[in-house]
């Protein structure tokens, strides 16, 4: 399917790797030239040159901490006025409620609540004049089934959702489309460090840890980007022009939930 996006510019978040780098690779594959981020400038220009060589767009590359406001300057000043907006950080360690303080609240907030409001609040002027827009955040199944390990998660993206909720609303009108897309358990670094963690409380192998997580999901395995990046890639197309402040489970079917 031609999703009608060649030509287009995209910023794409925290994307040397994981969940970012899958949407980055379906967002180039369609033709669309990025910016992308991460704090670690060897993996990702590694990343930004394999993805310009494979699919032949223009792909820039931004080393910085999204969650600063320093850092969104930087990526804002490579690329101001981009057609396409998908936000991501690292998220948030698990723990019990009783282990956090403000701070970890606070630092939460910025990652995975405040970063992609600030983002928003920066690109949506631009995209509102020109008439069309694709704003796509990077939040987690937690938001419609908690995860209890994941307080500061479950919190922090629940404000951005409330967010979205009304903004994606109010900009609807001017072509301009904001979604949030919700990871199930998925192949990645952060899903070996979820592993990890049960691995250290129960005394388990990873393999073990991974069989047990896969028993619970309908699907019966983890999700990859590959497949998580096609999703993001058709809520930027022309297609899906009409779906507005939605949050779309890529899970498997982890969330046994009727609607
Ligand atoms: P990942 O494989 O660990 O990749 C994280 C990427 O983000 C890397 O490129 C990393 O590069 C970059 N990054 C992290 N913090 C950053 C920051 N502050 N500023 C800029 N770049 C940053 O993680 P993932 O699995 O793709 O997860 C992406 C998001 O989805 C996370 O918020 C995670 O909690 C959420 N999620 C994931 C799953 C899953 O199963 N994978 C499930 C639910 C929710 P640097 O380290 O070099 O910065």
Same mark, same amino acid.
């Given at each position: 399917m031609d999703l009608g996006l060649r030509g287009k510019t995209a910023i794409v978040c925290?994307? *040397?790797?994981g969940l970012g780098r899958g949407c980055a690779e379906a967002l180039a594959e369609a033709g669309v030239d990025l910016v992308l981020n991460a704090r670690t400038e060897g993996p990702l220009a590694e990343t930004a040159g394999q993805i310009a060589e494979t699919y032949g767009v223009n792909v820039q590359h931004v080393a910085c901490d999204i969650t600063t406001e320093e850092g969104r300057a930087e990526v804002l000043a490579k690329l101001?006025?981009?057609d396409i907006l998908v936000t991501n950080a690292g998220g948030p360690p698990p723990g019990m +409620? *009783?282990? +956090?303080?403000i701070a970890d609240f606070e630092a939460a907030l910025h990652a995975n609540m405040l970063t992609p409001i600030m983002l928003m609040k920066a690109v949506l002027p631009g995209m509102i004049d020109r008439g069309w827009g694709r704003v796509v955040n990077i939040t987690s199944q937690s938001v419609k089934a908690? !995860?209890? @390990?994941?307080g500061l998660s479950n919190s922090a993206r629940a404000g951005l959702t409330g967010y979205v909720a009304g903004t994606a609303r109010q900009v609807a009108q001017h072509g301009v489309n904001i979604n949030n897309l919700l990871p199930g358990i998925h192949a990645t670094d952060r899903a070996i460090a979820l592993d990890s963690g049960v691995v250290k409380a129960e005394g388990i192998t990873m393999e073990e840890a991974k069989t047990r997580r896969e028993a619970t999901i309908p699907a019966r395995r983890y999700g990859t980007s590959e497949e998580f990046g096609a999703t993001c890639a058709f809520l930027c197309s $022309? $297609?899906?022009?009409? !779906? @507005?402040?939605q949050n779309i489970l890529h899970d498997g079917g982890g969330v046994n939930a009727t609607i």
């Open positions: 925290a994307s *040397s790797k101001p006025n981009p +409620w *009783s282990d +956090w303080e908690p !995860i209890p @390990v994941l $022309q $297609q899906a022009a009409f !779906i @507005v402040g």
